[in-house]
């Protein structure tokens, strides 16, 4: 465990902290978290893959859908991605927008991660006008669409159990240089609230994760918000279905080259983080921020609607490897039932406008 790992606990009472200080270091210190480091994190070479990185047919759906939502919402064609990892979906947005919309486009990457910000530079600035700020609180008076895929599961979050009938947080400390789990009575206050707003109440030793900082990444996300839309593409559960007997032990895992692990305190800095997002607090702090809420449904669902099969190659083509075998094997895995957009969904909320669910999707 190197120096600042260390340094965590020299301030904390009892030498305990809790799994979301650990969960922030691990992921976002500027030197020896996660995402700041330069390692590549995404694809075959990374450890994990999302969804835009399986084709560019995502980012250029995305880019055709966009252009009809601003005409039928009346907005400014402006763009905000929060969290563009390696950038390509943005410059498979970038690409259909020139080639096919061909009309003004101002691109904004929110983006915390120096490593990152480099790629998106060295794969778009020569090409594509894009603007790169590092914090969403950099974003002002917005008018548009705020779009993020995979934000909301890579946010720091606090664990708690019930243990005896009683609920417990779930505390990180350091003995012989390895970190290790004690669990102390809840007193945090915060989290309460959002067990009675959620209605949520543990079976006996559930474990469950609390998303404090989502709270306020969608309160900045309002705050830059004048008029527009919020896009957040993710994976999670509703209230309901954190209470299934399968999720008794949570979502907090682990992913160091595709592997999946369990323990997340084993090497820290050097592996991803996740947990599954709580869609219905999701809904309800937005609700409280005057994001209003126009659809949640799944991304295959989603991508139907926007009219992915319109891109579908139409003809046979008997070389696996042709460029229109590619791209319709790569629609095909994003709507399949048992693809990996089912595992997603999209949450559509919005600001300063007032639109329907058939305002956004042509039929």
């Given at each position: 465990?190197?120096?600042?790992f260390?340094?965590?606990?020299?301030?904390?009472?009892?030498?305990?902290?809790t799994?979301?200080?650990?969960?922030?270091?691990?992921?976002?210190?500027?030197?020896?978290?996660?995402?700041?480091?330069?390692?590549q994190?995404i694809?075959?070479?990374?450890?994990?893959?999302?969804?835009?990185?399986?084709?560019?047919?995502?980012?250029?759906?995305?880019?055709?859908?966009?252009?009809?939502?601003?005409?039928?919402?009346q907005?400014?064609?402006?763009?905000?991605?929060?969290?563009?990892?390696?950038?390509?979906?943005?410059?498979?947005f970038?690409?259909?927008?020139?080639?096919?919309?061909?009309?003004?486009?101002?691109?904004?990457?929110?983006?915390?991660?120096?490593?990152?910000?480099?790629?998106?530079?060295?794969?778009?600035?020569?090409?594509?006008?894009?603007?790169?700020?590092?914090?969403i609180?950099?974003?002002?008076?917005?008018?548009?669409?705020?779009?993020?895929?995979?934000?909301?599961?890579?946010?720091?979050?606090?664990?708690?159990?019930?243990?005896?009938?009683?609920?417990?947080?779930?505390?990180?400390?350091?003995?012989?240089?390895?970190?290790?789990?004690?669990?102390?009575?809840?007193?945090?206050?915060?989290i309460?609230m959002?067990?009675?707003?959620?209605?949520?109440?543990?079976k006996?030793?559930?474990r469950l994760?609390?998303?404090?900082?989502?709270?306020?990444?969608?309160?900045?996300?309002?705050?830059?918000?004048?008029?527009?839309?919020?896009?957040?593409?993710?994976?999670?559960?509703?209230n309901?279905?954190?209470?299934?007997?399968?999720?008794?032990?949570?979502?907090?895992r682990?992913?160091?080259?595709?592997?999946?692990?369990?323990?997340?305190?084993?090497?820290?800095?050097?592996?991803?983080?996740?947990?599954?997002?709580h869609?219905?607090?999701?809904?309800q702090?937005?609700?409280q921020?005057?994001?209003?809420?126009i659809?949640?449904?799944?991304?295959?669902?989603f991508?139907?609607?926007?009219?992915?099969?319109?891109?579908?190659?139409?003809?046979?083509?008997?070389?696996?490897?042709?460029?229109?075998?590619?791209?319709?094997?790569?629609i095909?895995?994003?709507?399949?039932?048992?693809?990996?957009?089912?595992?997603?969904?999209?949450?559509?909320?919005?600001?300063?406008?007032k639109?329907?669910?058939?305002d956004?999707?042509?039929?």
């Amino acid at each position: 465990m190197n120096t600042f790992f260390r340094t965590l606990f020299s301030n904390s009472p009892n030498d305990l902290i809790t799994y979301e200080k650990y969960i922030g270091a691990a992921l976002y210190h500027p030197e020896f978290g996660y995402y700041m480091r330069e390692k590549q994190k995404i694809g075959r070479q990374g450890d994990f893959i999302t969804t835009s990185n399986i084709s560019d047919i995502y980012g250029s759906m995305m880019a055709k859908w966009f252009s009809q939502v601003c005409k039928r919402a009346q907005i400014d064609p402006v763009f905000c991605e929060i969290g563009a990892g390696n950038g390509r979906f943005a410059k498979a947005f970038l690409q259909e927008w020139k080639e096919t919309i061909q009309t003004p486009l101002t691109y904004i990457i929110v983006e915390s991660s120096p490593y990152h910000r480099k790629l998106q530079q060295e794969l778009l600035m020569a090409d594509f006008p894009i603007v790169q700020v590092e914090s969403i609180n950099e974003v002002t008076s917005f008018e548009g669409m705020i779009f993020s895929n995979e934000l909301f599961d890579a946010l720091p979050v606090h664990v708690i159990e019930k243990k005896n009938g009683e609920l417990h947080e779930v505390m990180i400390g350091v003995r012989n240089n390895q970190l290790y789990e004690q669990k102390v009575p809840l007193t945090n206050s915060d989290i309460k609230m959002f067990l009675k707003e959620s209605q949520i109440e543990l079976k006996e030793k559930q474990r469950l994760e609390v998303p404090l900082a989502m709270v306020e990444m969608i309160k900045e996300i309002s705050r830059a918000l004048l008029k527009g839309i919020v896009v957040t593409a993710d994976y999670g559960y509703t209230n309901e279905e954190w209470m299934d007997p399968i999720r008794v032990k949570g979502s907090l895992r682990g992913y160091y080259q595709h592997q999946m692990i369990d323990d997340i305190l084993q090497n820290p800095g050097e592996i991803d983080i996740t947990t599954h997002i709580h869609f219905d607090y999701l809904i309800q702090k937005g609700e409280q921020e005057n994001l209003e809420l126009i659809s949640k449904q799944r991304q295959d669902e989603f991508l139907l609607k926007a009219g992915i099969l319109k891109e579908l190659a139409n003809h046979y083509d008997p070389n696996p490897f042709s460029e229109v075998s590619k791209r319709n094997r790569a629609i095909r895995s994003l709507i399949m039932p048992s693809g990996m957009s089912s595992y997603f969904h999209v949450v559509i909320q919005q600001k300063g406008v007032k639109l329907k669910l058939s305002d956004i999707f042509i039929e």
